[in-house]
């Protein structure tokens, strides 16, 4: 079945280190693939999104490439903030999102220190 | 801009009773989604809803579990004899849906239930 495998946290940085949150996936066919952040005490927010192969999502300084030949979708960032402090989701959905549930890896904390 | 809502933030049950989380999705959106996140572990789907149905379920949705849309703008999830492993974090969601594209889905913040 479908599934995504993120790596273990929590992740703990200094303010303006370079960012890397791996995440892998297993899915048929050409699934859409997300990252979402929930700040402490708030929901799940889209933070960026790759539709196919080799799209590039990115969002307030995060990026993330769908790369289909290693199955990956790492989350980058190239200097983080003491506000980008969150848990961070990786996820797929099967069927490009038309109604299709999404399949989350297990979140990865990130605590970035001044 | 516009937001899902989910009352109550926090919903305090005794084991067996009955429960009804609500949700108010963005207005102009066709599906509907329950998620929970028991603590410590992944966001897991529940069930999908579309057109006044059911669209996808999954094997944590059984018979304890069930989702209407009364009116033009709710969408609840009704536990009907809750148990302590109901206890979690439940997240409701929509998305536009519409032929091509994707249209990504929007979390509201939440109920957490807790069975005592």
């Known amino acids: 079945g479908n599934s995504v495998t993120q790596m273990e946290g929590p992740v703990t940085l200094s303010e303006e280190a370079f960012l890397t949150i791996n995440c892998t996936y297993t899915?048929?066919?050409?699934?859409?693939l997300f990252w979402y952040v929930q700040y402490p005490g708030e929901g799940l927010q889209l933070l960026l999104k790759?539709?196919?192969?080799?799209d590039k999502g990115s969002n307030k300084g995060f990026e993330a490439t769908y790369r289909k030949e290693t199955t990956s979708f790492h989350l980058e960032k190239g200097s983080v903030q003491v506000s980008d402090s969150a848990v961070y989701f990786c996820a797929l959905s099967a069927r490009g999102n038309q109604g299709g549930k999404l399949i989350f890896g297990q979140g990865t904390e990130l605590s970035v220190k001044p | 801009e516009p937001e899902v809502t989910q009352t109550p933030s926090h919903q305090v049950t005794q084991m067996g009773q009955e429960v009804i989380l609500r949700c108010v999705p963005i207005?102009?959106?066709?599906?509907f989604y329950w998620y929970r996140q028991i603590l410590g572990q992944k966001v897991e789907f529940l069930v999908s809803?579309?057109?006044?149905?059911?669209?996808?379920k999954s094997e944590i949705f059984d018979d304890q579990f069930s989702v209407e849309r009364p009116d033009g703008s709710n969408f609840t999830l009704k536990i009907r004899s809750t148990k302590l492993e109901d206890s979690a974090m439940y997240f409701c969601?929509?998305?536009?849906?519409?032929?091509?594209?994707?249209?990504?889905?929007?979390f509201g913040d939440g109920t957490r239930l807790s069975i005592l």
């Open positions: 969601a929509s998305s536009e849906g519409s032929q091509g594209g994707v249209r990504p889905q929007h």
């Open positions: 809803f579309y057109n006044n149905e059911i669209s996808e």
């Open positions: 790759a539709t196919k192969a080799d």
């Open positions: 207005s102009n959106h066709l599906y």
């Open positions: 899915a048929t066919g050409y699934p859409s």
